[in-house]
């Protein structure tokens, strides 16, 4: 029983294709893939957006969407309805076939990211071995796309935003790939298949997840900052920042086109954490060996949810950074941190196990942590805020 | 030839046609990344994906990036060119002609084709990652030392310039 809810969805995918001649099960197999995907990631995204409309009213002290459906739980239908809906406005100025194109760009390697992340046992769109490569490959055409949006609309704030956005995510590639290289060092492969196989069992009660290690911890924590800049999300949004640059590349989009956007925004960020999730925190194995019971899909969207949780929780906190933070933060700290990382998961790699490799470990993390951190923090001379006029 | 070699190959050969001949730069950086895709595709259909994806990593996401960030800074994405023919441009494809010529020349004429086609050699990304860190480590330190080298020329460059601006 467990074994069957646990591989559902690979049963059902196997009738289905007991079903068509031999020579297309090919074909309908990537199909069936692929649609799988489309469906469930994007009514994620649906239940992504009301969430985080909620989450942040809450954080703001105010309700959310309350008038669509019982809670406001409909708010998603009429977000869609209403972008399908709009009229679609191109400026006269604007590139018009770079300016179509843009929103495709964007959400197709989006959707391309997805194939190889795997969401349960045997449920993996793409198992290739150099799956966390085609990863990172595909992600990086999505900065092609900013600039093809900022450029195309002919305005000076989508051109900043463009600008912007592709310094930061340029700059944030590196630590993002870099935090990734310990694990990949760990498991001995690029399949994000076999990175998780090389996660499962436990240390006791202790599952054996590569977050749970000092080098794991330190990377987790560095790939997910990275992610929130790969995703352009607060407080990393200042591609987008409305309140300086109206809405940074996407000012010019409308309706549907906008809509695009905004579906392949939220997918990258489903897309990078579930990366985030294959790579550090055990993929689809189960936290506890007694909650093996629940079929592993249901943990790899539980993590999901949670991390996504942590981002509209992050959102609704931190103010934005300034450009020159932005920079100093990812080739100041977060670059020498992810290289003293790559040391320490290679002396965890070689040294034998038990209390040594620990203490060892933890020291070639904390400690530059420490000198960089003090370091910075004693130039910026940063005291208790003076009040010149509101005293 | 095989329907999907026939597509890549038309992609790859317009979006370079159109990358040489659009009037304006950007559309022509824009063109030159598909030709970019185009050749990482084609790895790809050969089995060699890690040269595919690393195409597709370096390339697109780097190299299109430069050559559209070097436009823009240098104010050729404004104006679009007044003309893409001139009369270096004859002079142009006598070169190309010659070099299509002696290529594929040496092509025909090579024993490759001749001898009969031995199973192409398995190269799995992981042959490769041990080659790299086992057989080849000495290459690639001295390139990563380069690179590095160029990394820190780059700064040291752009920090003069702003002492100077202090000054």
Same mark, same amino acid.
């Given at each position: 029983?467990?074994? =069957?809810?646990?591989?559902?969805?690979?049963?059902?995918?196997?009738?289905?294709?007991?079903?068509?001649?031999?020579?297309?099960?090919?074909?309908?197999?990537?199909?069936?893939?692929?649609?799988?995907?489309?469906?469930?990631?994007?009514?994620?995204?649906?239940?992504?957006?009301?969430?985080?409309?909620?989450?942040?009213?809450?954080?703001?002290?105010?309700?959310?969407?309350?008038?669509?459906?019982?809670?406001?739980?409909?708010?998603?239908?009429?977000?869609?309805?209403?972008?399908?809906?709009?009229?679609?406005?191109?400026?006269? =100025?604007?590139?018009?076939?770079?300016?179509?194109?843009?929103?495709?760009?964007?959400?197709?390697?989006?959707?391309?990211?997805?194939?190889?992340?795997?969401?349960?046992?045997?449920? !993996?769109?793409?198992?290739?071995?150099?799956?966390?490569?085609?990863?990172?490959?595909?992600?990086?055409?999505?900065?092609?796309?900013?600039?093809?949006?900022?450029?195309?609309?002919? /305005?000076?704030?989508?051109?900043?935003?463009?600008?912007?956005?592709?310094?930061?995510?340029?700059?944030?590639?590196?630590?993002?790939?870099?935090?990734?290289?310990?694990?990949?060092?760990?498991?001995?492969?690029?399949?994000?298949?076999?990175?998780?196989?090389?996660?499962?069992?436990?240390?006791?009660?202790?599952?054996?997840?590569?977050?749970?290690?000092?080098?794991?911890?330190?990377?987790?924590?560095?790939?997910?900052?990275?992610?929130? !800049?790969?995703? /352009?999300?607060?407080?990393?949004?200042?591609?987008?920042?409305?309140?300086?640059?109206? !809405?940074?590349?996407?000012?010019?989009?409308?309706?549907?086109?906008?809509?695009?956007?905004?579906?392949?925004?939220?997918?990258?960020?489903?897309?990078?954490?579930?990366?985030?999730?294959?790579?550090?925190?055990?993929?689809?194995?189960?936290?506890?060996?007694?909650?093996?019971?629940?079929?592993?899909?249901?943990?790899?969207?539980?993590?999901?949810?949670?991390?996504?949780?942590?981002?509209?929780?992050?959102?609704?906190?931190?103010?934005?950074?300034?450009?020159?933070?932005?920079?100093?933060?990812?080739?100041?700290?977060?670059?020498?941190? !992810?290289?003293? /990382?790559?040391?320490?998961?290679?002396?965890?790699?070689?040294?034998?196990?038990?209390?040594?490799?620990?203490?060892?470990?933890?020291?070639?993390?904390?400690?530059?942590?420490?000198?960089?951190?003090?370091?910075?923090?004693?130039?910026?001379?940063?005291?208790?805020?003076?009040?010149?006029?509101?005293? | 030839?095989?329907?999907?070699?026939?597509?890549?190959?038309?992609?790859?050969?317009?979006?370079?046609?159109?990358?040489?001949?659009?009037?304006?730069?950007?559309?022509?950086?824009?063109?030159?990344?598909?030709?970019?895709? &185009?050749?990482?595709?084609?790895?790809?259909?050969?089995?060699?994906?890690? %040269?595919?994806?690393?195409?597709?990593?370096?390339? %697109?996401?780097?190299?299109?990036?430069?050559?559209?960030?070097?436009?823009?800074?240098?104010?050729?994405?404004?104006?679009?060119?007044?003309?893409?023919?001139?009369?270096?441009?004859?002079? &142009?494809? &006598?070169?190309?002609?010659?070099?299509?010529?002696?290529?594929?020349? %040496? %092509?025909?004429?090579?024993?490759?084709?001749?001898?009969?086609?031995?199973?192409?050699?398995?190269?799995?990304?992981?042959?490769?990652?041990?080659?790299?860190?086992?057989?080849?480590?000495?290459?690639?330190?001295?390139?990563?030392?380069?690179?590095?080298?160029?990394?820190?020329?780059?700064?040291?460059?752009?920090?003069?310039?702003?002492?100077?601006?202090?000054?």
């Amino acid at each position: 029983m467990v074994e =069957t809810t646990d591989q559902i969805f690979v049963i059902l995918k196997h009738w289905l294709l007991h079903s068509v001649p031999d020579q297309w099960q090919p074909l309908f197999s990537a199909v069936l893939s692929v649609a799988a995907i489309i469906v469930t990631f994007a009514t994620l995204f649906a239940i992504t957006t009301l969430l985080e409309r909620k989450g942040l009213g809450r954080i703001q002290n105010r309700y959310g969407p309350n008038r669509v459906g019982p809670y406001g739980l409909l708010q998603p239908v009429a977000d869609g309805l209403k972008a399908l809906t709009k009229e679609d406005i191109i400026p006269h =100025t604007a590139d018009k076939a770079v300016h179509f194109l843009a929103p495709l760009v964007l959400v197709v390697p989006v959707f391309l990211a997805l194939a190889v992340v795997p969401v349960g046992r045997n449920m !993996a769109a793409l198992d290739t071995d150099a799956g966390v490569l085609f990863f990172f490959a595909v992600g990086a055409a999505t900065e092609l796309s900013v600039f093809m949006a900022g450029w195309s609309s002919r /305005n000076k704030y989508s051109l900043l935003g463009a600008m912007r956005a592709i310094a930061q995510m340029i700059s944030y590639e590196v630590p993002l790939i870099l935090a990734a290289v310990t694990v990949i060092m760990a498991a001995g492969s690029l399949s994000t298949v076999s990175i998780i196989e090389a996660q499962a069992g436990y240390w006791g009660v202790v599952p054996r997840w590569n977050v749970l290690t000092p080098w794991g911890l330190a990377g987790f924590i560095l790939f997910m900052i990275a992610a929130a !800049a790969e995703s /352009n999300r607060s407080p990393f949004d200042l591609p987008e920042a409305e309140s300086e640059i109206i !809405a940074g590349y996407y000012t010019e989009y409308s309706g549907f086109k906008f809509a695009l956007f905004f579906l392949g925004e939220y997918l990258g960020l489903f897309a990078v954490s579930g990366m985030g999730i294959t790579l550090f925190l055990g993929g689809w194995h189960a936290p506890l060996a007694w909650l093996e019971w629940l079929p592993s899909w249901f943990w790899f969207f539980a993590k999901l949810l949670v991390l996504i949780g942590g981002f509209i929780w992050v959102r609704g906190t931190l103010p934005r950074l300034r450009m020159d933070q932005l920079m100093g933060l990812a080739w100041k700290l977060m670059l020498p941190l !992810a290289l003293a /990382n790559i040391l320490a998961a290679g002396v965890w790699r070689f040294m034998p196990v038990g209390a040594g490799r620990w203490i060892v470990c933890s020291i070639l993390v904390v400690v530059p942590y420490l000198v960089l951190g003090r370091a910075f923090a004693g130039r910026s001379q940063m005291g208790k805020r003076v009040y010149r006029f509101a005293d | 030839m095989s329907l999907p070699f026939a597509i890549i190959a038309v992609l790859t050969l317009a979006s370079a046609v159109a990358a040489m001949s659009l009037r304006n730069l950007v559309h022509c950086a824009l063109a030159l990344t598909v030709t970019f895709a &185009g050749l990482a595709a084609f790895y790809l259909t050969l089995d060699a994906q890690f %040269i595919g994806y690393a195409q597709i990593l370096v390339y %697109i996401g780097a190299v299109a990036i430069l050559i559209v960030f070097a436009i823009l800074l240098t104010q050729g994405g404004d104006a679009p060119r007044q003309s893409s023919f001139s009369a270096s441009s004859v002079v &142009g494809v &006598g070169i190309a002609v010659a070099v299509f010529g002696l290529l594929s020349g %040496i %092509i025909l004429t090579s024993r490759a084709l001749t001898h009969e086609i031995r199973p192409p050699p398995e190269a799995t990304v992981r042959q490769i990652g041990n080659q790299l860190m086992g057989k080849f480590i000495l290459p690639l330190e001295v390139v990563g030392l380069l690179l590095t080298a160029a990394l820190i020329g780059a700064v040291l460059i752009a920090m003069r310039e702003k002492q100077d601006k202090s000054r």
